[in-house]
């Protein structure tokens, strides 16, 4: 167990790769905790081949989550915890193509998943609830499905439905018996002495971002998740690395971390952000 500072290479690392293939080489029984928000479903293109969340259909993409997710089963320890942000869509009405969008140039597709069959126009997808149920048949213990609110959100330019302020967060485990720190999900009351177990609902704000990554989610809201699923020194993974902010709260943090990476730029740029800035994600 690493208790000084972490070091590149032996405490952290990043690889580029597809994630079901890179995870298959570490042992069972690894991790202690895994925190991940993988691509949705047909909203962004990230110019990748064999790139999760292009697929033609919703059950493609549901199976080729499941695999990368039967293998973080395998990697972590009994008693870990998977913690998983994904969020949902509406059908694209069979429309073939994305126009861009000025704010975020990379919602731009050339491809547009068909209406899924037993679906209409307009319908909402189900996606979070969808996989969480498939992962539930596959073995994993569904413990918690987490209302993350941000109330910072940009109203949407639709008209005929509420704006979306919400994503899911799903709390899995391994087995029956995990390691949950329920005193890291302590609330404070409306009395100043007391305080309540942690609710389901959490409200963080979403955080603005200059990088090229669109997706990346709070580090406060990846903090609660380690705080609650691990201790220090404990190894995290995150199979859908993106642009490192998971590695980031585990440098804070003094947890051990390894992220998987599709898109070489993205590897880099989780890398440029440590201590080790220059360091080259391993292939």
Known sequence: ???????????????????????SQFPDAFFQSCITSPPYWGVRDYGIQGQIGAEGSLGDYIDHLRMV??????????????????????TSGNRTWRAPDRKNPARAMKYRPPTPVGLKP???????????????EDGWYLRSDII??????????VKDRPTQSHEYVFMLSKSDRYYYNHKAGMEPTTDRNALRHGRTL??????????????????SLVKRCIDLGSQPGDRIIDPFCGSGTVGLVCLETNRRFAGIEIKPEYAALALSRTPWAGGQPAH
């Open 1 to 23: 167990m690493s208790t000084g500072s972490l070091t590149p290479d032996d405490d952290y690392q990043v690889i580029v790769g597809d994630a079901a293939l890179e995870l």
């Open 69 to 90: 997710f039967h293998e973080i089963r395998r990697v972590l320890r009994d008693d870990g915890t998977l913690w998983l942000n994904i969020g949902d869509t509406y």
């Open 122 to 136: 307009k319908d909402l997808v189900g996606v979070p609830w969808r996989l969480a149920f498939s992962l539930q």
């Open 148 to 157: 993350w609110y941000k109330p910072n959100v940009r109203p949407e330019s």
């Open 202 to 219: 959490w409200t963080i704000p979403t955080k603005p971002n200059r990088s090229s990554h669109f997706a990346m989610f709070p580090p």
